[in-house]
């Protein structure tokens, strides 16, 4: 007598379909990884910017565990005597205004703060607001742009319409107007949304014009003759894409919206409750640094902006030159 084997359930089999799936998917996105990798370990003003990049992130990270070791000065701690310690809670022998020395490698400001303390944990809050309101203005820009240039038509002229309003005003002044409006109650969130919202526009033309291109492609034929449905196309077919693009201008965002944070805050609008290297900057020129002597106390904010700034610009350029085979080729 022949036993018959009774089929494997249902379930069991989607889980290994599932399975299968998830490893292939995992196999295809090494494989671009690596080949990406490849690709940036020829560009050398890429790996320059990432070397740039990867400093202020270790600066950023490590602030905290260099503070508790003892190894950083707390930035709000008042310095008082000749060797530049923690002042008790009376500040009679505070060491205001003090020079460059072998205790504080910076000086000194108005109230006795060590400077490079305060330059060193100034980097994460100007990398939070970087990377904070490039998320913000790519996903706004994104969505726009994804929207308006799929679905054409009436949603098109309208959000393209929105779009020509904020091109049309510059960067800052819709930045200063927005923070004259709501920037002194906004907090750190919604002051991070104000640089944001100033910096969508163009992603979203940017984004808007690759979507017609990719949407007259073969593959969005065939997902239109299956019968794919427009939400599904634009998110699962068009924006896997486009996302190259994206991120290539994401980065550059970022160079974008730590400049924009130092003028506002230079110009007397830093954000509420956080200590960057713009609020440096307007505290050296509000408290005289270059008539006391501190010249260290604005240039040294400065060459980080300018580092971080380069840093970013040169990887995006790099990432963009990469993900656009015309460029790379000439």
Not at 24 to 29: N, Y
Not at 205 to 225: G, T
Not at 260 to 265: D, N, R
Not at 288 to 303: C, F, K, M, N, T
Request: positive net charge.
């Amino acid at each position: 007598m022949v036993l018959e084997r009774e089929p494997a359930p249902l379930t069991g089999r989607k889980d290994a379909i599932r399975e299968s799936l998830l490893w292939v998917r995992l196999a295809s996105w090494w494989h671009r990884f690596r080949r990406f990798a490849d690709v940036f370990r020829d560009s050398r003003l890429g790996m320059i910017g990432l070397f740039i990049l990867l400093a202020f992130t270790f600066m950023a990270l490590s602030a905290p565990i260099l503070t508790s070791a003892g190894l950083l000065r707390n930035p709000d701690a008042v310095l008082c005597g000749a060797d530049f310690h923690v002042c008790p809670t009376s500040g009679i022998d505070e060491m205001d205004y003090a020079p460059p020395n072998g205790y504080v490698w910076l000086g000194t400001d108005q109230r006795g703060h060590d400077l490079f303390s305060r330059l060193w944990w100034g980097t994460q809050n100007t990398l939070l607001i970087g990377f904070m309101a490039s998320a913000l203005s790519m996903g706004l820009g994104t969505f726009v742009g994804m929207v308006s240039g799929y679905y054409g038509g009436w949603v098109d002229e309208i959000l393209m319409r929105i779009v020509d309003f904020f091109l049309v005003l510059p960067t800052l002044v819709l930045a200063l107007l927005l923070m004259g409006l709501f920037g002194r109650t906004a907090g750190l969130v919604g002051y991070i949304t104000i640089i944001g919202v100033t910096l969508w526009a163009s992603t979203a033309r940017l984004v808007r014009a690759q979507v017609l291109s990719l949407k007259q492609r073969q593959f969005i034929e065939r997902a239109r003759a299956i019968g794919a449905g427009k939400t599904r196309i634009v998110w699962h077919h068009v924006f896997p894409n486009a996302f190259s693009l994206v991120f290539a201008e994401a980065i550059l965002t970022i160079a974008v919206a730590i400049l924009t944070e130092a003028f506002l805050s230079f110009i007397g609008f830093p954000p509420p409750g956080a200590q960057t290297w713009g609020v440096m900057i307007e505290y050296a020129n509000l408290y005289s640094a270059v008539q006391h002597g501190l010249v260290w106390w604005i240039v040294a904010p400065g060459l980080a902006i300018v580092a971080v700034v380069l840093g970013f610009t040169l990887l995006g350029y790099a990432l963009d030159e990469i993900f656009n085979p015309r460029l790379r080729r000439r």
